[in-house]
């Protein structure tokens, strides 16, 4: 029976959390399982954050948060420790806590990312890649392809410095892999990535510049609805190859229901 007064508490918090996705998705886990755990949504408005997060922590029984936007580097700062994955990026997307009550940090955005094109059959080594977007999800996508050997990334955001300071971060740890700040530009790319939330809804602009996709290249969408996005519907249109952003999330599921120990196979996890 799932529910009980004894049960593994998990949060989804993200402003606002309505679209998210990871409650239904962990709390079927959960009663496929048959574990007493449940996953609950919940929001709250910018300003009230610290105080939000200091009654997270206060709540004892509550073992993990999935963290969505805009909180992710808000929460990172929050947390003790962190993994090599979501210290360079500043961000995290989950966090789980620790036997002393602090919190722990990792991001899965990268991860599920670069696991959902291996699926699809998409290489990423050797390819040349426009990424649109350098928010909390896009940092972690820039340095996943550049450790998986992507040649170049063309990286824009509508926040040019914030760019700026990504790429030099990158080329610092992955100097083979080149990387500009330009527009949102497609021209010569092999793969063509939308990191940011616009598509979300129907009267989003295109994040890219469509009139330069060619037939061959592969574009990306992380946004998980609508399935098809704007972007992806005139991709395929074009005649290029699309992956959309369920298998990010389906990779991320996997590799957070383990960093949650959500069996609690390993009890050290507190």
């Avoid at 799932?2 to 993200?14: E, S």
């Avoid at 997307?93 to 940090?105: C, E, F, I, M």
């Avoid at 610092?172 to 527009?183: G, H, T, Y």
């Avoid at 992380?222 to 990010?248: D, F, V, W």
């Amino acid at each position: 029976m799932r529910g009980t007064g004894k049960a593994d508490v998990f949060v989804m918090l993200a402003h606002p959390v309505g679209h998210a996705k990871s409650p239904g998705i962990f709390n079927e886990i959960f009663e496929q399982k048959g574990l007493d755990s449940l996953m609950v949504p919940l929001s709250c408005r910018p300003e009230d954050f610290d105080t939000f997060w200091a009654g997270i922590t206060a709540a004892e029984n509550i073992r993990g948060v999935i963290i969505s936007v805009p909180y992710k580097t808000a929460v990172y700062h929050k947390c003790a420790a962190a993994h090599d994955r979501a210290a360079r990026v500043q961000s995290a997307n989950s966090v789980r806590r620790q036997a002393d009550g602090t919190w722990y940090a990792d991001n899965f955005d990268g991860v599920g990312f670069i696991d959902g094109l291996k699926a699809g059959g998409h290489r990423i080594a050797g390819k040349r890649i426009l990424q649109v977007g350098a928010g909390g999800a896009g940092s972690s996508l820039t340095y996943c392809l550049a450790e998986e050997g992507a040649a170049e990334i063309r990286l824009a955001d509508i926040d040019r410095d914030r760019a700026q300071k990504l790429a030099s971060l990158v080329s610092k740890s992955f100097p083979n892999c080149r990387i500009e700040v330009a527009d949102p530009d497609p021209s010569g790319m092999d793969m063509a990535i939308n990191a940011t939330p616009s598509g979300l809804k129907a009267s989003d602009p295109l994040p890219m510049d469509v009139s330069k996709l060619t037939p061959g290249m592969t574009v990306v969408d992380i946004i998980m609805e609508p399935a098809e996005t704007a972007l992806l519907k005139a991709a395929k249109e074009i005649g290029c190859r699309i992956q959309p952003g369920r298998p990010m999330m389906d990779f991320q599921v996997e590799a957070m229901s383990e960093f949650f120990d959500i069996e609690r196979k390993d009890r050290r996890h507190g």
